[in-house]
Structures are given as structure tokens and as C-alpha cells.
T-cell receptor
């Protein structure tokens, strides 16, 4: 069974603070993909990153960074120097190795960045 | 705009009526997905197509739901005899093979 847990329902930070969004997953697959999506108030899910289970290297893209730790089944997302435009709901998701994009999503973390 | 397009954006219908939603994927994408998202929850996978073939259906897709992609381009999702529990955001996504999926803005259905 596939399961994604995002224990933080809501987080509020003041602009320019760093924030980490947690994601813990469960899967019986030995190979799989992990994702992060952003859902702003407009409703459209915006793709942020896809990581396969073979690649445990951390990734940085501008103010965004991701920490994948297979040993703890976690794929955490950090935003550095947060901005008001980062306010959104962030979803972590998991898929089978087939990568067919039938994704199992967590319940999301609502991030509010206060100016 | 070359993103995924969904119509209508909002739909209000009376219980028992049929509704149909349309999704136009990114033009070169051969895979198309439907998801449902209820308030406060993450999206749940419903079904996906590779070209015109429907390859997988979730058990969430009851007999009242049917999806088609007749020419491997746009897709429709029909819900027959709508129930209040069908109220949700219906999201469509597309991808080129197994590359990352891009989502549309969704169709918000309210069944009254």
C-alpha cells in the first residue's frame, strides 16, 4: 500500500524566514518516484520536483531545496528566505516506478507567509 | 496558452442530473489523467489514458463515472445521477510518457 503523510496541516512564517515542510511516505515498492507540487489559491497544481528512489542526493533550485532520506522514508522540502508569493498549499506525492503519474498525494501543508 | 485547459471552471447541478467535464491536454502529451480533490484533502487518482486507451481506473471510479478520450487528444469525464458526495474539484493532468505531469486549474463541481 502507498501512503504519504504530511503531519503539518498549516504553517505560518514571517517573510524572509526559512521553513521546512515534512513528508513521510510508506511503500512496499523498492523503486518509486517522489514529488512535490504547489497549489496556489488559483487551484492549479504546479510541479516542483520529481525524484526517483535511486537518487538520494539533495537538490537545490534557487530558494528551494529537498532532502531525501530513504532510511527514514522522508522527503522534506525547505524554502529559504520565504516570500509572500510562496503562500500556497504544498503536496508531497508518491508513485510506482512505472512513473505513470497515478500519484498518491498527502493531505498537504498550507503555508502562509506573513509580510 | 499551451497549458492543460479544463472546462467549465465551475459547475452547479442538482442532485440526480448528469454532468460532463472536458479536458484539453498539452498538445504533444500522450498521457492524460483525471483526479478528484475534496476540500482539505490531496488529489485522488481516478483514471488515466495513454493515447485513446484507458489503462487504469481507480476503485473510486464508480459505475456512475465514465471517462473517454476518443481521438487521443481531449478527454471528457461524465458523472451520471450526481450525488452530493460528488461535490469536489476535478483535476486533469497530462504528461509526455512518464515525464512529470502538468495539471489544469480544475472544474469545481457543486451538487445541490
Amino acid at each position: 500500500a502507498q501512503k504519504v503523510t504530511q503531519a503539518q496541516t498549516e504553517i505560518s512564517v514571517v517573510e524572509k524566514e526559512d521553513v521546512t515542510l515534512d513528508c513521510v511516505y510508506e511503500t512496499r515498492d523498492t523503486t518509486y518516484y517522489l514529488f512535490w507540487y504547489k497549489q496556489p489559491p488559483s487551484g492549479e497544481l504546479v510541479f516542483l520536483i520529481r525524484r526517483n528512489s535511486f537518487d538520494e542526493q539533495n537538490e537545490i533550485s534557487g530558494r528551494y531545496s529537498w532532502n531525501f532520506q530513504k532510511s527514514t522514508s522522508s522527503f522534506n522540502f525547505t524554502i529559504t528566505a520565504s516570500q509572500v508569493v510562496d503562500s500556497a498549499v504544498y503536496f508531497c506525492a508518491l508513485s510506482h516506478w512505472t512513473g505513470a503519474n497515478n500519484l498518491f498525494f498527502g493531505t498537504g501543508t498550507r503555508l502562509t507567509v506573513i509580510p | 496558452d499551451t497549458g492543460v485547459s479544463q472546462n467549465p471552471r465551475h459547475k452547479i447541478t442538482k442532485r440526480g442530473q448528469n454532468v460532463t467535464f472536458r479536458c484539453d491536454p498539452i498538445s504533444e502529451h500522450n498521457r492524460l489523467y483525471w483526479y478528484r480533490q475534496t476540500l482539505g484533502q490531496g488529489p485522488e487518482f481516478l483514471t488515466y489514458f495513454q493515447n485513446e486507451a484507458q489503462l487504469e481506473k481507480s476503485r473510486l471510479l464508480s459505475d456512475r463515472f465514465s471517462a473517454e478520450r476518443p481521438k487521443g487528444s481531449f478527454s471528457t469525464l461524465e458523472i451520471q445521477r450526481t450525488e452530493q458526495g460528488d461535490s469536489a474539484m476535478y483535476l486533469c493532468a497530462s504528461s509526455l510518457q512518464a515525464s512529470e505531469a502538468f495539471f489544469g486549474q480544475g472544474t469545481r463541481l457543486t451538487v445541490v
